[in-house]
């Protein structure tokens, strides 16, 4: 266990990023348990489903065909569409496909989405170098950890979107874990990670602007430059993460919470899976109006209206009816909308048609949400309820605390191997699906990581 204060190494000051670097080059796939390898597994599952689902998405595909024409020697694979790029353009695209379905993990610790803007650099990376599986569990391990503490250290400012900010120094940490340097070296190059770090705002989500989606392409190319950038000889901040994090995207920066519990239970342990395809904001009111339905078969003309009860909401997610998918994965009552009419909250309701169907715009009209502080009792997980109206007088109540696939209220395995089959088998194929959630299954006993990218290709 890193405890979180500064001290001495003969006469040396050990600070914050001493521990996390030394922690990045400690890690062993020897000494890790078997629910932290498991984890990784389902997180390369999930990840590896949500990149292959968003890289049909037109503008990804045109995007892959661009990014693989203009890159130099092909060593790693952009996934789905069976061509190659350069580690950092493969990592830009496969990132960026990664989050168009808004299916991607997440931690609600800290980082927001680590495992997207981590793993695809990891990847790429071990798929040049023909790592071993053992490898990438501890590069994708590390990195997530980088990047959920350094995230969940920063008191973001109001408008500071949770993509794209802290995948640099995720990344960077997990290359630098492949490439075997010291820690010192690993230091450096979070460094310079950290200083490229962009700044996202929430907008672009809101307004449906599927730039949002380069945002954590960005930063894994960018950790994968940081490494090449030290081995050229560049210097960064002595503590870099303080002054970006502390100072421009975040308006504090706790180095003490970054290595505060370092070295117990991983925080890719303790992660998100999404089962609704839209905004983690979303999920709470998903989950309780899903669990209202489920105890009546009623007809969309019966409902009166939705009224649905959280402790906290950005407001652009209550805006207008969304224009396209990715505002609709950002607005409350159109997914309380679709999810009623629908009764479902895959990426099929999300789609242009069923944002112009008239009875989902009808009782989007009806939706009525109520931001109610004392819903978040402190010390406890808060509290989303949601109530539908009949017209008839009947009143269909349930609640929620704690989402389905999160960190204390797991889904069988079984149910996101069926998430990954029902994103993918049209792209991949029955059979090619099937391969690789048998690799993945046995990734920490692959000779070579191409034996899975090799299939993803």
């Not at 159109?334 to 909250?345: C, E, F, G, M, S």
């Not at 099929?348 to 009875?359: A, L, S, Y």
Request: glycine share 10%.
């Amino acid at each position: 266990m890193y405890d979180s204060k500064e001290n001495t190494q003969g006469g040396i000051i050990v600070d914050y990023l001493d521990r996390l670097s030394r922690f990045v080059v400690d890690t062993s796939c020897d000494d890790l348990s078997e629910e932290a390898i498991m984890a990784v597994r389902n997180v390369t599952l999930d990840t590896v489903g949500a990149i292959i689902a968003g890289s049909h998405e037109s503008e990804n595909a045109d995007f892959a065909q661009t990014m693989s024409k203009r890159s130099g020697p092909g060593t790693a694979t952009i996934l789905g569409h069976g061509l190659t790029a350069e580690p950092m353009m493969a990592t830009l695209v496969n990132s960026t496909a990664g989050v168009a379905l808004e299916m991607d993990e997440g931690n609600r610790f800290g980082g927001g989405h680590p495992a997207i803007h981590t793993l695809p650099g990891a990847l790429a990376v071990a798929e040049e170098m023909g790592a071993s599986g053992r490898s990438f569990i501890e590069a994708v391990l590390v990195g997530y950890e980088v990047e959920s503490r350094i995230g969940g250290a920063t008191k973001a400012r109001d408008n500071v979107h949770s993509h794209g900010h802290w995948g640099a120094v995720g990344t960077a940490a997990a290359v630098a874990k492949l490439r075997g340097h010291s820690a010192n070296d690993v230091r450096s190059i979070i460094n310079l990670a950290a200083s490229m770090s962009p700044a996202n705002t929430w907008t672009t989500a809101f307004k449906g602007a599927t730039i949002r989606n380069l945002y954590p392409g960005r930063s894994g190319f960018h950790g994968i430059l940081a490494d090449h950038l030290h081995a050229c000889g560049f210097t960064g901040l002595d503590d870099a993460p303080s002054d970006v994090f502390g100072t421009i995207i975040g308006e504090s920066f706790d180095t003490d919470a970054v290595v505060n519990g370092l070295g117990g239970e991983y925080r890719i342990q303790q992660n998100y899976f999404k089962l609704h395809a839209c905004c983690r904001y979303n999920h709470p009111v998903l989950d309780a109006v899903m669990q209202a339905t489920a105890s009546s078969d009623f007809q969309t003309d019966e409902v009166e209206a939705v009224d649905v009860s959280v402790p906290s909401m950005l407001q652009g997610m209550l805006g207008e009816y969304p224009e396209n998918m990715l505002a609709a994965k950002f607005n409350v009552p159109y997914a309380v909308a679709a999810a009623l009419v629908h009764r479902r909250t895959d990426i099929t309701v999300f789609r242009p048609q069923v944002i112009g169907e008239q009875d989902v715009r009808s009782i989007a009209d009806r939706v009525n949400v109520s931001i109610d502080p004392t819903l978040a009792i402190s010390g406890a997980i808060p509290l989303t309820t949601a109530t539908i109206r009949l017209k008839d007088g009947q009143r269909l109540s349930a609640e929620t605390r704690l989402v389905r696939g999160d960190y204390g209220n797991r889904i069988p395995q079984d149910e996101l191997v069926e998430k990954f089959s029902f994103l993918t088998s049209e792209i991949l194929g029955h059979v090619c699906a099937e391969d690789v959630i048998s690799a993945v299954s046995d990734l920490e006993n692959l000779n070579d990581i191409r034996a899975l990218t090799e299939i993803l290709g």
